[in-house]
C-alpha cells in the first residue's frame, strides 16, 4: 500500500475510494494489519515532531482539524511517557508486586483508529472515543475499559473472558465479534455479529444473553435493558467509513455526522429533529 495513501488515511484527508482500498487491504493478511500499525506508528512520529514547538491558539479561534489530531497525540505521548516512568520507579525503587502496565488510546473528530491487543483481539474505535487496555493480558480475564464506540472481533480463549466496562454496562464475551456505543444521550446500545455475549447494566443483576443479530439498548434513564432483532450493518459499517442510517431522525443523523467533522448543528426548528 502506498505510504502516501496510508497517511492521508491517517489524516482523514483520504477519499472515500481510498479509505475503501485501505480497509480492503488491511482485511487481506495479518501481515498488512502489522504494516499498517507500523506506519502508523511512524505518522504519529511525525506529527509528534512538527508540533513540538507549536503553542496553543487563544480562545476566540477554531483549532484546524489536523491541529487538534497533534495535540492529541502529544498529550497522549506524554500520558505514555508518565506511566512508563512511574512504572519504573514502583518495580525497580519501592518493589512490589507486579503491575500491569495500562494503554490509553484517544481518537479524536473526524478519525477511527485500528488495533490489535496482545491476545489478538482486533479493535476498531470510532471518533471521540477512548479505550484504556492493558500493555499485555495475564490475569484470569481480559479486562478493557471503554467510552465511545467501538467494534470488537474478539480471540477465541473460553478459560480467558474478554470483558468491556463502560460506565453503565459490561459486556462478557467468549470469542465473537459485536459493537458497543455509549455515545448516544440516551444510553448505550451493544449490537451482536456473531458469536455470543453477555450483557449486564452495572446496577442490575440480571445477565442479558445476545444472539446474532441482536441489539441490547441499555436506557440511562429508566435503568433498563431491551433487546431487539436489527441488521448489524446499520451499526457497524462505521468501521469502514460507511454512514448507514434507516428509519433516524435528522438529530440523531446529524449528531453523528457531527462527530466525524467536528462540528456543531444547530436546531431552528424543534420540529426538524423530528424528521425521519
Given at each position: 500500500?502506498?505510504?502516501n495513501v496510508?497517511h492521508r488515511?491517517f489524516?482523514?484527508?483520504a477519499?472515500?475510494e481510498?479509505e475503501e482500498?485501505?480497509?480492503d487491504?488491511?482485511?487481506?493478511?495479518?501481515k498488512?494489519?502489522?504494516e499498517?500499525i507500523?506506519?502508523?506508528k511512524?505518522?504519529?512520529?511525525?506529527l509528534l515532531?512538527?508540533?513540538k514547538n507549536?503553542s496553543?491558539?487563544?480562545?476566540g479561534?477554531?483549532?484546524?482539524?489536523?491541529?487538534?489530531?497533534r495535540?492529541s497525540?502529544k498529550?497522549?505521548a506524554?500520558?505514555s511517557?508518565?506511566?512508563?516512568?512511574?512504572l519504573y520507579?514502583?518495580?525497580?525503587?519501592a518493589?512490589?508486586a507486579?503491575?500491569?502496565a495500562m494503554n490509553?488510546l484517544?481518537?479524536?473528530?473526524?478519525q477511527r483508529?485500528?488495533?490489535t491487543?496482545s491476545d489478538?483481539?482486533?479493535?476498531w474505535?470510532?471518533a471521540c472515543?477512548?479505550?484504556?487496555?492493558?500493555?499485555?493480558?495475564?490475569?484470569?480475564t481480559?479486562?478493557?475499559s471503554?467510552k465511545?464506540?467501538a467494534y470488537?472481533?474478539v480471540?477465541k480463549?473460553?478459560e480467558?473472558p474478554?470483558?468491556?466496562?463502560t460506565?453503565?454496562?459490561?459486556v462478557?464475551?467468549y470469542?465473537?465479534?459485536f459493537n458497543?456505543?455509549?455515545?448516544?444521550?440516551?444510553?448505550?446500545?451493544?449490537?451482536?455479529v456473531?458469536?455470543k455475549?453477555?450483557?449486564?447494566g452495572q446496577?442490575?443483576?440480571?445477565?442479558?444473553v445476545?444472539?446474532?443479530?441482536?441489539l441490547a439498548?441499555?436506557?440511562?434513564n429508566?435503568?433498563?435493558?431491551?433487546?431487539?432483532?436489527?441488521?448489524?450493518?446499520?451499526?457497524t459499517?462505521?468501521?469502514k467509513?460507511?454512514?448507514?442510517?434507516?428509519?433516524e431522525t435528522l438529530?440523531?443523523?446529524?449528531n453523528?455526522?457531527?462527530?466525524?467533522?467536528?462540528?456543531e448543528?444547530f436546531f431552528?426548528?424543534?420540529?426538524?429533529?423530528?424528521?425521519?
Open positions: 500500500m502506498d505510504r496510508l488515511f489524516a482523514g484527508t477519499s472515500f481510498e482500498a485501505v480497509c487491504w488491511v482485511d487481506a493478511s495479518d498488512n494489519r502489522e499498517l507500523r506506519e502508523r511512524y505518522f504519529d512520529v511525525l515532531h512538527k508540533t507549536s496553543m491558539v487563544r480562545s479561534h477554531r483549532f484546524s482539524l489536523p491541529f487538534v489530531i495535540e497525540l498529550i497522549a506524554a500520558i511517557v508518565l506511566v512508563v516512568s512511574a520507579i514502583y518495580n525497580n525503587v518493589k512490589p507486579p503491575v500491569l490509553k484517544v481518537v479524536p473528530p473526524g483508529a485500528n488495533l491487543l489478538g483481539t482486533n479493535v474505535l470510532n472515543s477512548e479505550m484504556t487496555y492493558p500493555a499485555s493480558f495475564s490475569e484470569d481480559r479486562r478493557v471503554l465511545g464506540e470488537f472481533d480471540s480463549d473460553v480467558h474478554f470483558i468491556v466496562v460506565d453503565d454496562v459490561q462478557r464475551v470469542g465473537t465479534s458497543v456505543n455509549t455515545l448516544g444521550a440516551d444510553g448505550v446500545r451493544t449490537v451482536l456473531e458469536g455475549v453477555g450483557i449486564r446496577d442490575l443483576d440480571r445477565e442479558y445476545l444472539k446474532p443479530n441482536e439498548f441499555y436506557d440511562r429508566s435503568r433498563d435493558m431491551k433487546i431487539e432483532t436489527v441488521d448489524p450493518d446499520l451499526y459499517l462505521w468501521r467509513g460507511i454512514f448507514v442510517f434507516e428509519r438529530e440523531n443523523i446529524m453523528t455526522l457531527s462527530l466525524w467533522y467536528d462540528m448543528v431552528q426548528s424543534e420540529r426538524a429533529k423530528q424528521l425521519h
